[in-house]
């Protein structure tokens, strides 16, 4: 254990918080008021709300689950289940009322998955969710979060709990394919806390946390509520929607509050130097801010710089970056990086042969990748590069599958032995389905051995997308392929679908609307480029298994065109790793987020 870590659990973390007088969590409403809540009060308003929902059943191992959009409900319902003994299960709300039935699916599995004895919630969302009663037989109740008003702190029965008991479920899937749970222990967290606030932050007490991000999701709800509780770190937690609709307010209350430290994905940066206008940056003061880090989605060094020249007037200093890496897998961070740090290297030797070999001065755009690193492992954890096929251990700038191990590693999924024996080794390293390489020390992520797709820290199966987007009529069904492709001027990677049709070209316009339309209602995805595509387009294996690396090659490299025999599309070069090895002009680079699935 390293030296001076001292090991909490989640209610023995709150405790020590509620020991900094004064210092607490900031909650900025809608309309912009803002309510402080002190650590001191937290903890209690947490065992009033574990009194109320044991008076309700709750045991200790209950999952509970929680889909409360506002943080202020959900940080002391969060925390008031843990310190009752429950397993917190989050959840995320509905987003849109055309969205509904493909959130209603994804509800019902993860409902059943966790076998969730009560569920917390909203009046209006509980209309929406009646329905889960039916699907998970051991959902007692669906409570309003307005009902545990009623709860007396000092009538709780607080229940003992160890370090390795459960302390919530975090599923890793963003679609309506399996759920997996990942269970994440007060171990795991007290391990990840603190290399996430002492080794990869340093935090002190003159720190300041805000942040937007959803608390559904680890970048959020570890990253700025349980890691800066075990950490006595005072934050302020804006709205989602809020920065979505103005992100000048991140900016601005950063400004105001003095933060010095947040986080956000990489379209987050982007977007605030596109959308801030000029004179919303006047007055801001940014000065105080030393942390700004990056993650959940592929980062891309020059959105991060074009943000630093952007900012810099009003005292952004680029060094402030922590381009980050991480997987829900592993509780949340792995490595953390400075600054922008980047590799530039030959395109073809590393699409080719999984090389990372450096450019020369000479070598032009075209013929290279620049590559973001994101740092080494912390104290007590180990990170190392294999073969994907013979899984032995590579050198230096040899690619191949990241494989970590450490305290902050699952003991496994959620009632799920299969698919932990996937990724969980004997001897301890787990495999993390994401791609990289080493080189001084850092490391490098350079695709994914999955093909998910991540739009703004959300999972996407290519699966789902296909089989929707084959449901219109005029595609040919078992013809269609997603993916996700590099397109300039876009801070994300592009949702991508190639469907095989023979409607004619008149009536294609048409067909593409209707699949946009239907995708975006069933998964609440916005695709950015559809392609209708003559019969034998899509590329497939002689066993008419869907090539989606290929497809994507294609696309990028605008060679997509019927092909003429099963040995189809040509590529420049050997893909090496069976594939796994993909063209790439963005990198996969995701800390927060659930990332087993894809990513954190």
């Known amino acids: 254990m390293a030296e001076g870590k001292v090991l909490r659990t989640v209610p023995e973390g709150l405790e020590y918080a509620a020991g900094r007088s004064g210092a607490g969590f900031t909650f900025v409403g809608e309309d912009g008021g803002e309510r402080t809540v002190t650590f001191e009060q937290l903890a209690e308003r947490a065992r009033a709300i574990a009194h109320a929902l044991q008076q309700r059943g709750m045991r200790k191992g209950d999952r509970v689950a929680i889909v409360l959009p506002q943080p202020a409900d959900f940080v002391p319902t969060f925390l008031g289940i843990v310190v009752g003994g429950g397993i917190a299960v989050p959840m995320y709300p509905p987003m849109a009322l055309g969205q509904l039935g493909g959130y209603l699916d994804h509800a019902r599995h993860i409902a059943a998955a966790a076998g969730i004895s009560l569920l917390v919630t909203t009046p209006q969302i509980r209309a929406v969710l009646g329905t889960l009663h039916a699907a998970v037989p051991e959902l007692r109740a669906i409570l309003v979060v307005g009902d545990l008003e009623d709860g ?15 302390c919530f479920l975090q599923f890793t899937s963003g679609s309506t394919s399996r759920p997996k749970g990942v269970v994440v222990t007060h171990d795991n967290l007290a391990h990840n806390c603190h290399a996430i606030m002492r080794e990869g932050l340093r935090t002190d007490a003159s720190d300041r946390g805000l942040s937007w991000l959803p608390l559904f999701h680890d970048m959020g709800l570890i990253g700025f509520v349980l890691a800066p509780l075990h950490h ?37 940066y ?41 900012f810099a007037p009003v005292g952004f200093r680029l060094e402030a970056f922590v381009p980050s890496y991480g997987m829900a897998e592993s509780t949340l961070a792995i490595a953390f990086a400075r600054g922008v740090p980047t590799d530039r290297v030959l395109a073809e030797p590393l699409w080719a042969e999984g090389r990372a070999e450096p450019a020369q001065p000479s070598a032009t755009e075209e013929q290279t990748v620049e590559i973001v ?46 698919r932990t024996a996937e990724v969980l080794g004997a001897d301890g390293w787990m495999r993390t389905g994401d791609l990289g390489y080493l080189a001084g020390g850092q490391l490098f992520i350079c695709g994914r051995a999955k093909d998910l797709i991540i739009v703004h820290g959300r999972n996407h199966h290519p699966q789902d997308i296909e089989w929707v987007a084959g449901s219109v009529e005029g595609v040919r069904t078992g013809n269609v392929v997603a993916f996700a492709a590099s397109r300039p001027g876009l801070d994300r990677e592009a949702v991508v679908v190639v469907a095989e049709t023979r409607e004619p070209p008149e009536r294609h316009r048409e067909l593409e609307s209707r699949i946009r339309q239907e995708v975006q209602r069933v998964l609440g995805l916005a695709l950015d480029e559809v392609v209708l595509a003559p019969p034998g387009t899509v590329p497939k294996t002689s066993s008419g298994k869907l090539q989606r690396s290929r497809a994507r090659q294609a696309f990028e490299a605008g060679t997509l065109a019927p092909r003429a025999s099963e040995s189809g599309l040509r590529v420049a070069g050997r893909i090496v790793q069976g594939e796994l090895v993909r063209r790439f002009a963005e990198l996969r680079l995701a800390i927060f987020g659930s990332r087993r699935d894809g990513g954190a």
């Open 373 to 418: 690193g994101c740092g080494g492992p912390f104290e007590d954890h180990g990170l190392r590069i294999v073969d994907v096929e013979s899984r032995q251990v590579l050198g230096e700038r040899r690619v191949g599958e990241i494989e970590v191990r450490g305290p902050s590693v699952m003991k496994g999924y959620w009632r799920d032995v299969e």
């Open 270 to 310: 982007g977007l605030a130097t596109r959308r801030v206008r000029d004179e919303e940056i006047e007055g801001l003061d940014l000065s105080a801010l030393r942390v700004a880090g990056c993650g959940a989605e592929p980062i891309h060094a020059e959105t991060l710089r074009a943000f630093a020249r952007r």
């Open 232 to 268: 006595r770190v005072p934050v302020t937690f804006l709205m989602p929607t809020a920065f979505l609709r103005r992100p000048s307010l991140w900016l601005q209350k950063l400004s105001e509050h003095r933060g010095t430290i947040t986080y956000a994905p990489n379209f987050a």
């Open 152 to 166: 007396d702190p000092s009538a709780l029965r607080a229940p003992a709990i160890r370090l390795d008991d459960p």
